[in-house]
């Protein structure tokens, strides 16, 4: 009975009832794309840094630290056979020494990074070093990516002297010629860095079978004189930055349920005042004070529940657009961010299904606040349009 009551009312408040629920909806569907939006980004972040650096973790010397490029030469170690064993597919060998390049009659400290050419692991695009299988005579081939190749002004076949200091600490120096300018989706292997085979980096040094690192397809138990970095550790910073830009989200996210319940609370508002005559009559044919509020919280709750049904509607059209054409990230070409590529929403159902709850939960209590004035209403005075100012 209250229900078919409130439904009438609902419909019959028109335009207003409309653009609440339309209100309500596009709050939802603008909570769910900004949470997608989130994940799809931390996801492809995650999944680059993975497929070209991380994989499934590090083996290194417990001490080695990427930051502090003064003790590279110190931290490198020679593969334990617990690791050499392993096939091309479940690893990846690294050797990261300090360098310096002189482009344009510049100095350009470089981290010289040798990779094996083996490797199926990692995901990157050094084909061009595997045609340089001869020793290594007076010329190096090196790769570089685009950043590098914009900051050094460097071109592929120019050339440019290469320097560093083998492992007993002498310095030399060679020619070695770009082959090849590569497009790497993380700058962390880009800016800074340039490529080399690994077994001619190791030559040129003298550090036979000597790595820096050794990335795994997953862990492979302990090994000694070695310490295993989880991905989790080696993704910290992209990963601290993801959950901080997370946090400002919270703010666009209580703007929009206080949007919507600003929306909800002035029609409620508006209803007791301009239905003054309606609550009186009720209550003098023998309706009970508590039960008015019900059927005016009712009426404001069907706002909430046919929001989350438009909202539904709504978000398969927007969302799926928006997953057809992806988010143009090219401007962040420069910064540290490991992606080049559009990004995609990435829904998680719990997230969607928790933030509708909250949502219509919220709606819910606007709805009832304004109305708790009804229980003190005198008929009387709501007869004569009186009762509520």
Request: no cysteine; hydrophobic share 50%; glycine share 6%.
């Amino acid at each position: 009975m209250i229900f078919q009551i409130a439904l009438k009312n609902f419909l019959r408040q028109g335009m207003r009832s409309f653009l609440n629920v339309l209100v309500t909806a596009l709050a939802m569907v603008a909570v769910v794309f900004n949470l997608s939006l989130y994940n799809g980004f931390q996801d492809q972040a995650v999944r680059n840094m993975v497929s070209t650096d991380v994989a499934g973790g590090h083996y290194r010397t417990p001490d080695f630290d990427l930051l502090a490029p003064m003790e590279w030469e110190d931290q490198t170690f020679k593969i334990p056979d617990a690791l050499s064993s392993l096939p091309s597919s479940d690893k990846a060998e690294v050797l990261v020494l300090q360098g310096q390049i002189f482009p344009n009659r510049r100095l350009f400290p470089v981290q010289l990074r040798g990779m094996d050419m083996q490797q199926k692991l990692l995901d990157l695009p050094l084909n061009k070093l595997e045609e340089w299988g001869t020793p290594v005579d007076d010329v190096i081939p090196i790769i570089i990516g685009k950043q590098m190749a914009g900051k050094s002004h460097l071109h592929i076949g120019d050339g440019v002297v290469l320097r560093w200091r083998d492992r007993f600490g002498a310095v030399d120096a060679l020619d070695a010629r770009v082959v090849d300018v590569v497009p790497l989706i993380n700058p962390r292997i880009d800016q800074g860095v340039v490529w080399m085979r690994l077994d001619h980096l190791r030559k040129i040094t003298q550090r036979k079978g000597e790595v820096s690192w050794v990335a795994v397809k997953e862990f492979k138990g302990t090994i000694a004189g070695t310490e295993f970095q989880v991905p989790e550790i080696l993704l910290k910073d992209i990963l601290d930055l993801i959950r901080q830009d997370r946090k400002y989200a919270i703010i666009i996210w209580v703007i929009l349920i206080f949007l919507a319940g600003i929306s909800v609370f002035n029609t409620q508002f508006l209803n007791i005042f301009k239905r003054q005559r309606e609550i009186g009559t009720l209550m003098a044919f023998g309706m009970p004070p508590g039960r008015v509020v019900r059927l005016f919280t009712l009426e404001g709750s069907l706002a909430a529940f046919s929001a989350v049904l438009v909202a539904l509607f709504l978000g398969t059209i927007i969302l799926g657009w928006f997953q057809s054409v992806g988010l143009d990230v090219s401007h962040l070409a420069e910064s540290q961010i490991p992606i080049r590529e559009n990004i995609y929403l990435k829904i998680e159902p719990v997230e969607v299904i928790l933030s509708m709850l909250v949502i219509v939960t919220i709606m819910i209590l606007v709805a009832w606040i304004p109305v708790r004035k009804i229980s003190k209403v005198n008929p009387t005075e709501a007869l004569r349009g009186r009762a509520i100012t």
